[in-house]
């Protein structure tokens, strides 16, 4: 068998607490709260619905008879409950959340005001275009902005995440080559890159092989060369990498795929690292995707919702997908459909997602891009950059970067777990700095650095920010590297203990259920 | 600039720290053809929160909103009211700039968010499990489709001629890619559904049946014979739920015997926002769990003791399995998944019934006073909130006259079907608990200048 | 009954023509807690080398390989309620799968209870 040790495994560690001495649970402002399902009831509403006329129901014979089983809350009630949940999540309204190639950039509240306004938030995708001209008017400017940041020929703005627009680009890289007749079953995968790349290459039907990386951390650019072929539809390449390293050879390797027949997918994750410093279209990519939400500032939301347009290249725009805004000559925008799609774009792949796409994260995109400009971007990625650096030649005395020798990061630094006490991990050094008030970096990723952390402070955090993550971080890595014993039951402060997610996968429970019922089942 | 901290000093003493004279230093892996000397050419620089709000304003006004004129569009996307609490709770800090708890210890609060979630969205679908939301109701099912024909081991999906077109685009443009097989109809202009045809299209070669409920047209249809003769076949039946406020007065899919239920959760919480973002639901029964795709919260406990919740399975996941993932979710709707729990929770099963109940009433009364317009015709024996309408002339050229005059008349069928002419007249009216009696009299006024 | 080994670690008793296969103790605790296996269906036909199962850690998923080509003749049913076995008894009641054996010369290449603990030392 292969025995994948990638992903880590979780220890419950002790717990050194005392037991809480409240009655109610609650530690001043640490309040615990239960489930609706717990607080509520099916005959409580916190909403005042006018009775309804009466009227011979029309519902076919298929009205409902029996219970739903969802509790309500008043309005009070409810807004307590939310916010108590709420004060349980750390954010980056809060403090650093240094989440390698997650970019928590800060959220502006312009792009909160911006999305809500009527025109934008209470308007039906399948009005008439001409009653809808300014939302058209805002994906077409996105689109345009987009376009000139990264050099690139069109865009599709349709997909409705990063991983969405992964698979925009690679279903364009198959259309393409159905149009031109040719079987090419194989895609070429960096071992560093992230999980979605393979994944997304095996959904469209291609076989993933790896391509192998130098000690420097980079692609093999002779070990590419020598595997391409005909048999090879094209490349998967992050850049800057997963390592958080500019791929230096990234032309070479646009021009070596190219001129074996295949495309070169870029996957736009660490955008913010070059945005208006590099153009990613002039190292001859074919098509990248853009986290709205990573670079352009969209919010997180908890988990979602994102936004993934991917630029495209002349030789895959044809096969973008619909529908997508066009300005025709006349000066009014047209959304292009299936309708128009023989005449206007007949060698589309299809389409992805109903309606036009993530317009609520366009306009916020959209205001966060107006108001940088193209100086303000620039000075982003310099920035990030900045800090990124800052924080590796700060801490490589006390975590070992294995490729700070060899120069420069860009946005986020790589550090490894070589050198923690035996029995010491990088999960402890995460769970560590949750009590020093700090989200963990992200944690075992990428999959070539054993123990990996990976930090991205991004442009938004301020040189105090970083001092005292830095400090923070220093003292929780000696503390791992001295086998601190302590260091096991943390996080002690946070609103839970390490959670048992051996029990959680072993016994799945991703439904509530009246007490009597789940005894039952047992 | 207003979001970068960082000043002039600061950045001087952190060249200095690095060990590097300027900037351009640190970006020396990039080859000097691919430097950009000087911020791009032709693309504005910055600006004012001022001049930008008033750049989206004059842009705004643009579009007739939905509140502002009388409204009557549906076909997968709905105008109800939100409570004013939900928004602004998603625009706290601790839930609108969060990340994915992948960090359990400190995200509680979105874990126990999103289990109530699943509980809400299984107990609505009548299933016994649902997961964390995928991108919208179009992407979910495909993915239910996908799924199907990973559990029956077989290729071959007979999709309802009720399904939304897009919805039947999505899945034809998957389908391509994956050699799946898809048996597709265009509806027809009938008070029935298609179930004759579906039942008839079941064999042991089927992998799933999809079938949305209430359909395009707005008909209502029970699912258990279709749901017997699938398991007969060793199918699985997959309903598509666009509406879910139906299910506060119509019985639940799941209770009809469906495998999967999917939908478009928009309805609930989350506005109109020409077309996106929305929140993508997904249920099925207990034995199919670990097929799923997308995220799940589960229950677990902490080294205490204390009731906690994980993101679990995650084994299916994309960034996990890489190449053998058999999904390509990386991600759910978060925001909007809470936006549906909250108006959710403010409803309660009390509220979610009233709401269906006055939504039914409405739309009772806006059929009969519009069937009562001269060149008019009902289509639908049956309907929750929305009903197709035989116009005695193609419908798409009246839609943009209504609109000329300040009313959004519905989703004419040529706007949905431009290729199928024998449904031009068609028109699909939606009318929920914001459509008032003036609204009514104003479309049937229109409706009946427009057809003279 | 004779047991042979993998350099893959997995573990396989032979009776006569048929034989159960799992995962040794070593593999186990690199592992970690193991939380869900995925057997091969009874009817399943099995190339040596080839992908057999799947053993899922929280955080990762591993393939099980097929020792011997043949035919699969059961999946373990105690997995599925208790993943827990394969940590706590992978060389007893934590096995995988049984099957009857396509080529029973396959078996020569394997390794003996002595050569397998010496190959595990050395890793």
Redesign the interface.
């Known amino acids: 068998m292969t025995i994948n040790q990638s992903g880590w495994r979780p220890e419950m560690g002790v717990s050194n607490d005392e037991p809480v001495a409240t009655y109610t649970g609650n530690r001043a402002l640490m309040l615990e709260e239960a489930l609706i399902f717990e607080i509520g009831t099916t005959d409580t509403t916190g909403v005042d619905i006018a009775p309804a006329p009466k009227v011979a129901s029309r519902l076919g014979g298929l009205d409902r008879n029996t219970g739903i089983g969802l509790p309500g809350l008043s309005e009070p009630e409810t807004v307590r409950h939310y916010t108590r949940l709420s004060r349980q999540n750390y954010a980056i309204d809060l403090g650093l959340f240094p989440l390698g190639s997650c970019t928590m950039k800060h959220n502006p509240r312009l792009n909160e005001k911006v999305a809500r306004m009527a025109g934008f938030a209470d308007v039906h995708p399948l009005q008439p275009q001409e009653t809808v001209q300014g939302a058209l008017a805002v994906i077409q400017e996105l689109a345009v902005w987009l376009i000139e940041l990264t050099g690139m020929y069109g865009v599709a703005m349709a997909p409705k995440a990063g991983a969405h627009g992964e698979l925009c680009g690679i279903l364009c890289i198959k259309a393409a080559l159905e149009a031109r007749g040719e079987d090419r079953p194989v895609i070429l995968v960096p071992e560093s890159a992230h999980g979605t790349n393979p994944a997304t290459a095996a959904f469209a039907g291609f076989r993933v092989e790896n391509i192998p990386a130098t000690a420097e951390g980079r692609v093999d650019l002779a070990a590419l060369k020598a595997r391409l072929g005909p048999d090879v539809a094209g490349v998967m390449i992050t850049n800057p990498n997963t390592c958080g390293l500019f791929e230096r050879d990234m032309k070479a390797i646009s021009d070596a795929v190219h001129a074996a027949g295949g495309y070169v997918y870029c996957d736009g994750a660490n955008f913010n690292a070059i945005v208006g410093r590099v153009r990613p279209g002039d190292l001859g990519i074919d098509a990248m995707h853009i986290n709205l939400h990573k670079t352009f500032s969209t919010p997180h939301g908890g988990g979602g919702p994102g936004s993934g347009p991917v630029v495209l290249s002349e030789a895959l725009a044809p096969f973008g997908p619909i529908p997508f805004v066009s300005l025709m000559k006349d000066g009014t925008y047209k959304l292009v459909e299936e309708e128009s799609a023989g005449e206007l774009h007949p060698q589309t792949f299809g389409r992805m997602a109903a309606f036009h796409g993530q317009i609520g994260m366009f306009t916020r995109a959209l205001s966060y891009i107006l108001s940088h400009g193209a100086d303000g971007l620039r000075q982003v990625a310099e920035d990030a950059v900045l800090n990124a650096n800052y924080i590796l030649r700060s801490l490589e005395d006390v975590l070992e970067a294995p490729f700070a020798a060899s120069g420069p990061c860009m946005h986020e630094a790589l550090f490894s777990d070589n050198g923690l006490a035996e029995g010491f991990s990088t999960l402890d050094i995460a769970k560590g700095l949750i009590d020093e008030g700090f989200h963990p970096m992200t944690v075992y990723f990428p999959l070539v650095v054993h123990g990996a952390m990976l930090v991205e402070p991004t442009e938004t955090e301020s040189k105090a920010t970083l001092d005292q993550f830095i400090g923070a971080l220093r003292s929780v890595a000696r503390r791992a590297r001295q086998g601190d014993a302590a260091l096991k039951s943390a996080p002690r402060f946070a609103p839970r203990h390490r959670l048992d997610e051996t029990l959680a996968a072993r016994k799945p429970v991703l439904v509530w259920k009246e007490a009597e019922l789940a005894q039952a089942a047992e | 600039m207003r979001y970068l901290p960082l000043t002039d000093t600061d950045r001087h003493s952190m060249l200095a720290t690095i060990g590097a004279k300027s900037i351009d230093d640190l970006f020396v892996d990039v080859p000097a053809e691919a430097r950009l000397s000087a911020p791009i050419a032709g693309l504005p620089n910055h600006a004012s929160e001022m001049a930008v709000e008033r750049h989206f304003s004059n842009l705004a006004r643009q579009n007739m909103a939905a509140s502002h004129h009388p409204f009557f569009l549906g076909a997968g996307a709905y105008k109800h009211h939100v409570p004013a609490t939900v928004d602004h709770i998603i625009q706290r800090g601790e839930f609108l700039t969060s990340y994915t708890p992948y960090q359990p210890e400190i995200a509680q609060g979105t874990l126990q968010m999103l289990f109530e979630f699943q509980t809400q969205v299984a107990r609505m679908f009548g299933c016994d499990v649902a997961n964390a939301s995928m991108y919208d109701g179009s992407t979910a099912c495909w993915e239910a489709i996908s799924m199907a024909g990973r559990v029956t081991k077989r290729k071959k999906a007979v999709l309802s001629s009720g399904l939304h077109p897009h919805y039947v685009s999505v899945a034809k443009t998957m389908a391509h890619f994956t050699g799946d097989t898809l048996d597709t109809a265009l509806p027809s202009l009938a008070a029935v559904t298609d179930a004759d045809r579906l039942l008839a299209a079941i064999d042991d070669e089927t992998s799933c049946v999809v079938v949305q409920y209430p359909d395009i047209l707005g008909r209502i249809a029970d699912l258990g014979e279709i749901a017997a003769k699938a398991h007969a076949h060793g199918a699985l039946l997959i309903a598509v739920v666009t509406e879910p406020v139906a299910l506060g007065a119509i019985r639940s899919p799941g209770e009809m015997g469906a495998d999967i239920v999917v939908g478009e959760g928009q309805s609930i919480g989350v506005g109109l926002q020409f077309g996106g973002p929305y929140v993508g639901l997904f249920a099925c029964k207990e034995k199919f769990a670990r097929q799923m795709p997308g995220r799940l919260c589960g229950e677990t406990v902490d080294a205490t003791g204390k009731r906690g919740f994980v993101l679990t399975l995650s084994t299916r996941e994309q960034h996990i399995r890489r190449e053998k993932a058999t999904s390509n979710i990386c991600t759910n709707a978060g925001l909007c998944a809470l936006a549906f729990s909250i108006h959710m929770t403010l409803l309660g099963e009390r509220g979610l019934r009233d709401l269906a109940a006055l939504n039914h009433a409405n739309a009772v009364r806006a059929a009969e006073r519009l069937s009562a317009v001269r060149g008019v015709t009902l289509l639908n024996d049956s309907f929750f909130n929305e009903f197709t309408l035989k116009l005695s002339k193609p419908a798409r050229p009246v839609v943009h006259a209504l609109a000329a005059q300040g009313i959004l008349g519905g989703v004419s069928l040529g706007r949905l079907f431009p290729d199928a002419s024998e449904l031009e007249n068609g028109l699909v009216i939606a009318v929920t608990e914001t459509v008032t009696e003036d609204d009514i009299e104003a479309l049937a006024a229109a409706l009946q200048e427009a057809l003279a | 009954m004779t047991r042979f080994f993998t350099d893959?670690?997995?573990w396989i008793d032979v009776d006569g023509s048929s034989a159960t296969v799992g995962?040794t103790d070593y593999?186990q605790g690199?592992?970690?807690?193991i939380?869900?296996v995925e057997t091969p269906d009874a009817g399943k036909s099995l190339t040596k080398g080839g992908d057999a199962a799947v053993?899922?850690?929280?955080?990762?998923?591993?393939?099980?390989?097929a020792p011997v080509s043949g035919t699969v003749t059961e999946g373990n049913p105690a997995l599925a309620d208790d993943?827990?076995l394969v940590n706590s008894d992978p060389e007893g009641e934590g096995w995988f799968f049984k099957l009857t054996l396509a080529d029973p010369s396959e078996l020569d290449c394997l390794m003996d209870a002595d050569a397998y603990k010496a190959f595990v030392a050395g890793l």
């Open positions: 893959e670690h997995e995962i593999a690199q592992l970690g807690d939380v869900f053993v899922e850690s929280v955080k990762a998923a591993s393939d099980v390989y993943p827990a």
